[in-house]
């Protein structure tokens, strides 16, 4: 027995401890009673025939002359006892009945984290090592994780790339026929998923134009803001619904509309625009459709463009690169990564827009056929939807705003990976289930994850600006209680190109500059190919 308790309220309450007893158990082998007492460990409170498990939030100094300390606790769950060996075991989170003032505290010993961590016969995926034990595995439920959406969140050289491989390697071991598409906007997984993943970017995404719905069109080739925006839309509707139903495939579809993903070609597109140019009476501005014909013969003219609007795409290859992109079948490569680094940044949210509604069309119209569930991870998400203060609407933000919402009835699931949760949209930070949190060191992304986890993982949250590299904590659904895990050393094949320059090291080398520089500049001016 290390104290007793002393005040029952609804999530937390206090117990007084012993601060001898503490000293004296500091010195045991078994790293878990070691441990008893401090901030962020585990004690367990006797509760008729079952035990509580709890975590202690706070500590302070009650009564100096006993050495009483009082600590804040937080109710994670409670588990029956062990006739035999008083060990707790069949743990599960709630409390069914608070324990009164007096009940007795007592510490936490690794055979009771073994029981409560068990990952059961539940598919679960190891990242690690749960704090403070040294052999205790930290384990995510699949299912559990993905059928509600995940967050991964770390300021910048936490290990966040290294975890989020980590993380996504594991599950393609467990689920090799799976479907992942993740969004690297800095090219940084190519390097991770050579082995066990398909890697697209601008020389082989060969993504057709015509996907494109009516606002991602407007994106792209209205450029004009206030009552212009508008005229050019609409002018931009009427000729994109002709250039489609002069294709074959439209003769066969009832109601053909805009949004429709039926090819047409940009010769045509611009074709009619000139032949409704040619129809205006005097009073009539053609400004409209001169702007509208600049933009798309300049897209279609420019090289940087042509993963995108090349004339080679028009061909009717919708299954192939769906098929492509999505993995199916997978044949033994679940992942693809989709790395936009060298997509023109202005174009940019527009093809991550595009490839995150292709996931959700999908998965609404094959709702008939065999479920193929699929894994969209966006990395620095912050980028795509952007805090409700910073933006209002973009065709990525409402795309990936509506998979967080209504995703996980249609198979969809959302890894988000962000540096910055304050700039993220906050309803879609909340419909996370489970949230795995590295060290933040700051206060506004602090406060804005605190407001979106679970209120028992509380005093896991104050750890936050504490956690080394490479620890993190995961509270939701995806795991049993909350628990801080040190992460496992991903193998130097598997990591992603993520490291920091070491200055010190790189500054004392020179030579070899007049090569490189007409190399560089070569690359540089034809844009990377």
């Given amino acids: 027995m290390i104290g007793y308790v002393v005040e029952i309220a609804g999530s937390g309450s206090s117990i007084l401890l012993d601060a001898e007893m503490l000293t004296r158990l500091a010195e045991h082998s078994d790293s878990s009673i070691a441990m008893a007492g401090q901030v962020g460990s585990q004690v367990k409170i006797r509760v008729g025939d079952s035990w509580l498990l709890a975590n202690i939030r706070t500590q302070k100094l009650e009564d100096e002359s006993c050495g009483a300390i009082i600590a804040k606790i937080d109710f994670l769950g409670e588990g029956e006892e062990e006739k035999l060996t008083g060990r707790i075991y069949k ?38 090592t749960v704090f403070p ?80 719905n009516f606002e991602e069109h407007c994106e792209v080739f209205v450029t004009s803001s206030g009552n212009d925006k508008q005229t050019d839309m609409d002018i931009l509707a009427r000729c994109l619904l002709q250039a489609r139903s002069k294709n074959r495939i439209a003769e066969t579809i009832g109601k053909l509309t805009i949004d429709s993903p039926v090819p047409y070609l940009l010769s045509d597109l611009l074709n009619i625009i000139q032949n409704e140019m040619g129809k ?125 919402k209504e995703g996980r009835k249609y198979g969809v699931s959302l890894g988000l990976i962000t540096q910055r949760p304050s700039d993220l949209s906050e309803g879609v930070l909340s419909q996370c289930g489970t949230i795995i949190s590295m060290r933040l060191n700051n206060d506004r992304d602090q406060a804005f994850v605190r407001a979106a986890m679970p209120e028992g993982s509380r005093g896991f949250l104050d750890a936050i600006p504490a956690l080394r590299n490479r620890e993190c904590i995961v509270c939701g659904e995806g795991v049993a209680i909350p628990i801080r895990v040190a992460l496992d050393t991903l193998e130097e094949d598997k990591r992603p190109a993520s490291d920091d320059p070491i200055f010190s090291e790189l500054w004392q080398h020179a030579g070899g500059e007049e090569d490189m520089m007409p190399r560089i500049v070569k690359r540089w001016r034809s844009q990377g190919r």
Avoid at 145 to 167: D, V
Avoid at 357 to 386: G, K, M, T
Wanted: proline fraction near 5%; glycine fraction near 6%; charged fraction near 20%.
């Fill in 91 to 128: 743990f599960r989170r709630g409390v069914t009945r608070y324990p009164v003032p007096g009940s007795q505290v007592f510490a936490v010993t690794s055979g009771d984290m073994k029981q409560v961590y068990a990952a059961e016969a539940r598919a679960h995926i190891e990242i690690g």
């Fill in 133 to 212: 034990t040294s052999d205790i595995r930290g384990a995510l439920y699949i299912d559990a994780m993905l059928g509600k959406h995940f967050a991964l969140l770390g300021s910048t050289g936490t290990g966040k790339s290294t975890s989020a491989a980590l993380i996504l390697h594991r599950i393609c071991d467990l689920a090799p026929e799976g479907h992942i598409v993740m969004i690297d906007p800095h090219g940084e997984y190519s390097a991770a998923f050579k082995t066990n993943g398909k890697i697209f970017d601008v020389n082989n995404l060969a993504m057709p134009y015509w996907l494109m």
């Fill in 280 to 404: 205006l009476d005097k009073a009539t501005s053609s400004a409209p459709f001169m702007r509208l014909k600049t933009k798309i013969e300049e897209m279609k003219n420019d090289p940087r463009y042509n993963f995108m609007f090349s004339g080679m795409l028009v061909g009717d290859t919708m299954a192939q690169f769906i098929a492509k992109i999505f993995r199916l079948p997978s044949e033994g490569k679940p992942i693809s990564i989709v790395d936009v680094s060298g997509v023109p940044s202005d174009i940019t949210s527009t093809v991550v827009a595009v490839l995150s509604r292709l996931v959700f069309d999908y998965a609404i119209w094959s709702r008939n056929e065999p479920q193929r569930p699929i894994l969209l991870v966006c990395e620095e998400a912050h980028r795509y939807i952007p805090s409700d203060t910073k933006t209002r609407h973009s065709a990525v933000r409402d795309v990936l705003s509506r998979i967080a």
